[in-house]
């Protein structure tokens, strides 16, 4: 098995190579077709110029488009993705900093759209037949209709103003210090034995991931229900009865299994899709994340941190899409053999 995940993670590094560069090359050129220049904007306002052509010289940007890519595409298979217009610093650093803010919120979020999916694609199969079936589908559909920042407006509105049940902006209490051993603010709260602030940060977590989760779970419930359907038409599952199974047994210990299998998938996208839809929540709830930082490198136009944040959010969806695929190849017998 080991040699197979092996073989399919090497696969999948092979075919992210060109296609990080075809993702690269597209994000390099459009911002370069903006009216934006990057040269008069690091200077200040009263820069003359012949000081902005200085700079321009100096950024590189009075080379042609092509070979402008090929040395910042140089630069950044060395890690330097350039320096920020607006903060003055390294692109890259700060893209690391705010990275684990994003993956925090993305991880807690996902985990509650599978037990929401699991939990509402169960109650949805369950119902079938009976005179609730069509109030928990339309209901399912209502959800599913919902995007996730106005999510983010509800329980922010409903739980943050009208309850003052949770805080709302930010990642933990003001007077509450953030320590600093990873970056991961949660990992990093255990570690130096700081449970308040471990407390705080989950309290500040709740409403933003509880807004992404609650957008993502209807499909993931939706498709479960559905492949539980595919999977009760199955002959193993009427045999299973024959051989005396209670309905209970069947479900958890033959359906459910071999139903999660297309949901792992659905869950793969959805997760994909999630990380990169973190971005008008972030900004909702004053979380710093990178979606925050990517609102704010696209008002002022900064384009290093731009390509940055892109070709993180790039990676990701790789990264991610790599897993979900190794785990299908796991707990799918079939795959393994073949």
């Known amino acids: 098995m080991l040699v197979i995940v092996a073989k399919l993670v090497a696969r999948r590094l092979l075919a992210a190579v060109p296609i990080l560069l075809v993702v690269s090359a597209l994000l390099f050129t459009v911002l370069r077709l903006l009216p934006v220049d990057p040269a008069a904007m690091s200077l200040p306002t009263t820069a003359t110029i012949a000081e902005i052509e200085a700079k321009r010289r100096e950024m590189g940007l009075d080379r042609p488009l092509p070979e402008q890519y090929v040395i910042w595409l140089s630069d950044a298979l060395h890690?330097?993705?350039g320096r920020s217009i607006q903060f003055d610093r390294e692109a890259g650093s700060l893209v690391a900093a705010s990275l684990p803010a994003t993956i925090e919120?993305?991880?807690?979020?996902?985990?509650?759209?599978?037990?929401?999916?699991?939990?509402?694609?169960?109650?949805?199969?369950?119902?079938?037949?009976?005179?609730?079936?069509?109030?928990?589908?339309?209901?399912?559909?209502?959800?599913?209709?919902?995007?996730?920042?106005?999510?983010?407006?509800?329980?922010?509105?409903?739980?943050?103003?009208?309850?003052?049940?949770?805080?709302?902006?930010?990642?933990?209490?003001?007077?509450?210090p953030?320590?600093?051993?990873?970056?991961?603010?949660?990992?990093?709260?255990?570690?130096?034995?700081?449970?308040?602030?471990?407390?705080?940060?989950?309290?500040?977590?709740?409403?933003p991931a509880l807004?992404?989760?609650?957008?993502?779970?209807?499909?993931?419930?939706?498709v479960l229900?559905?492949?539980?359907?595919?999977?009760?038409?199955?002959?193993?599952?009427?045999?299973?009865r024959l051989r005396g199974l209670s309905e209970r047994q069947i479900l958890l210990g033959h359906a459910l299994k071999n139903a999660a299998l297309p949901t792992l998938t659905l869950a793969g996208?959805?997760?994909?899709?999630?990380?990169?839809?973190?971005?008008?929540?972030?900004?909702?709830y004053s979380y710093p994340g990178m979606g925050n930082l990517m609102v704010d490198a696209v008002r002022n136009a900064d384009l290093p941190l731009i390509q940055a944040i892109g070709l993180t959010y790039c990676v990701a969806v790789l990264v991610i899409n790599t897993v979900v695929d190794s785990l299908y190849v796991v707990l799918n017998p079939k795959l393994r053999a073949g």
């Open 79 to 81: 890690g330097n993705f």
């Open 105 to 176: 919120l993305a991880g807690a979020a996902m985990a509650l759209a599978a037990i929401f999916g699991l939990g509402g694609g169960l109650l949805l199969f369950h119902l079938r037949g009976t005179l609730f079936e069509a109030i928990a589908d339309f209901l399912s559909i209502l959800l599913l209709s919902i995007p996730e920042f106005l999510w983010g407006l509800i329980l922010l509105f409903v739980f943050g103003v009208a309850l003052h049940a949770l805080p709302f902006t930010g990642v933990v209490s003001p007077s509450l």
């Open 178 to 207: 953030q320590p600093h051993v990873t970056g991961f603010l949660l990992l990093d709260a255990l570690l130096v034995g700081r449970l308040d602030v471990f407390a705080s940060a989950c309290r500040h977590l709740i409403l």
């Open 211 to 222: 807004a992404l989760g609650l957008a993502f779970s209807p499909a993931i419930m939706r």
């Open 225 to 240: 229900r559905s492949s539980l359907f595919d999977v009760y038409h199955e002959d193993y599952i009427q045999q299973a």
């Open 269 to 284: 996208v959805q997760f994909g899709i999630l990380f990169s839809g973190t971005l008008l929540v972030e900004v909702i």
